[in-house]
């Protein structure tokens, strides 16, 4: 017998023998909300109950909730009049007359944290938002606004306000505590705050080495001065002697010695000067020759590279052509994606690996098997659903977790192919 037979026939037993029944206000609050396209044993006993009232057409009861599903609900909640939104939450429970008690594994077993997805997030959110904590959408991601909300609640309930739902902030959560009252002491409390995760301490800095002091270098010694004296010198050197009488013939040879070594002197210096101008010359027409071919290289490798990027440009020019007319058939939808990288099976039998192309749906705007192609992912299959993915929104799988966070939230415009 299905759960909502066994509650309603223990209930019934409990009046009999005189034992207090809990009360409907409590039951009324259900420990799951369900959204179109959950598939779970929650949502046939949906079906099995809405069946009974009339309501659930099908033949059979799959515990997937589809469209049949969702319409089913959206009458139920009309006819109560309740708000017609085809998720069945607490108000849509209470209408049925369903009594579903709050288990301890109602937001999982799993840690929540910022980045996580899917129906336990959506539990969360509802729960926050009920208590006040939680301004924002019930989507099922957890962002930083449902990051900022979980750390509000943690600090008004005197818990490590990290911003991680653990086993003590899904207690708090599921018991409905009050909030703390802060103490009035200036001491800061330690003991009393139930941390969600042990922090691990700071390991020690290394101290740096000393660093080596540097070197004194020995004092260059002084070049000795050069003592170089010139022919004038030596002339006038000689000039201040006293004169000596000298025979006429040999003062002319002496005088024809010093003209001779002056002009010897002189023709050794134009030598050099004249050898250093030539060597100047040739490493000047040797700088400019490398300097030339430098130039030339450079110019070689400006023009390849235009090449290369001319010819880069083509190909890509004509490969966007290609895409561009492979997708010029279809109809064109504006829609706001998100991503995901849970792994595991899509609603149409799916298995995700690394190179699936897929996306989540809805079915009534983009009808599942559909080929989609989504402007910077590709082509992909319309092969998923979730439970926040209503009218135009869909969700990119994206296999890397890091990637599917920073490709955040865009409109884009896709195109339907077929």
């Known amino acids: 017998m299905k759960l909502f037979k066994q509650l309603a026939a223990v209930t019934s037993f409990a009046a009999c023998v005189g034992i207090a029944a809990p009360s409907i206000s409590h039951a009324s609050e259900p420990n799951h909300t369900l959204y179109p396209g959950t598939k779970n044993k929650n949502v046939a006993e949906l079906q099995d109950t809405l069946k009974e009232k009339g309501y659930f057409k099908n033949s059979d009861v799959t515990g997937y909730y589809g469209t049949i599903t969702e319409n089913a609900v959206k009458a139920f909640q009309k006819d109560h009049h309740i708000s017609v939104d085809g998720i069945a939450g607490p108000n849509t429970y209470k209408a049925l007359n369903v009594n579903v008690k709050e288990a301890a594994n109602d937001l999982g077993k799993e840690l929540l944290a910022k980045g996580s997805r899917g129906q336990y997030v959506s539990l969360l959110q509802e729960k926050l938002q009920r208590l006040g904590f939680y301004k924002g959408h019930v989507d099922g991601i957890f962002g930083t606004l449902t990051e900022t909300a979980v750390k509000a609640f943690q600090s008004a309930h005197n818990l490590a ?20 009252q802060p103490k009035t002491s200036t001491a800061a409390p330690v003991n009393n705050v139930h941390k969600e995760t042990a922090q691990p301490k700071q390991a020690a800095q290394p101290q740096q080495p000393a660093q080596p002091k540097e070197v004194a270098q020995p004092k260059q010694a002084a070049q000795p001065v050069e003592n170089v004296k010139k022919a004038d010198d030596n002339v006038q050197a000689e000039t201040a002697k006293p004169a000596q009488k000298v025979a006429p013939a040999k003062q002319e040879n002496q005088n024809n010695n010093q003209n001779q070594a002056v002009k010897q002197n002189t023709q050794q210096q134009e030598q050099t000067t004249a050898q250093n101008t030539v060597n100047t010359q040739k490493e000047t027409v040797k700088a400019e020759t490398n300097k030339t071919q430098v130039k030339e290289q450079t110019n070689n490798n400006v023009q390849n590279h235009k090449q290369t990027v001319n010819a880069n440009a083509n190909q890509n020019n004509q490969n ?45 705007v983009i009808p599942l098997g559909s080929k989609v192609y989504i402007p910077g992912y590709g082509t992909a299959v319309a092969a998923d659903t979730g439970g926040a993915i209503k ?28």
């Open 320 to 364: 966007n052509n290609a895409a561009d007319s492979s997708n010029d058939s279809g109809k064109t939808i504006s829609v706001e994606a998100t991503a995901y990288s849970l792994s595991g099976t899509t609603a149409n039998g799916t298995q995700l690996n690394s190179n699936s192309k897929v996306i989540a749906v809805d079915p009534n």
């Open 391 to 418: 009218g135009n929104r869909i969700d990119v799988y994206i296999p890397n977790d890091q990637q599917a966070k920073n490709f955040g939230r865009k409109n884009v415009q896709i195109k339907v192919i077929k």
């Open 161 to 180: 306000a990290d911003g991680i739902v653990g086993p003590n902030t899904k207690a708090a959560l599921l018991n409905g505590q009050a909030p703390v």
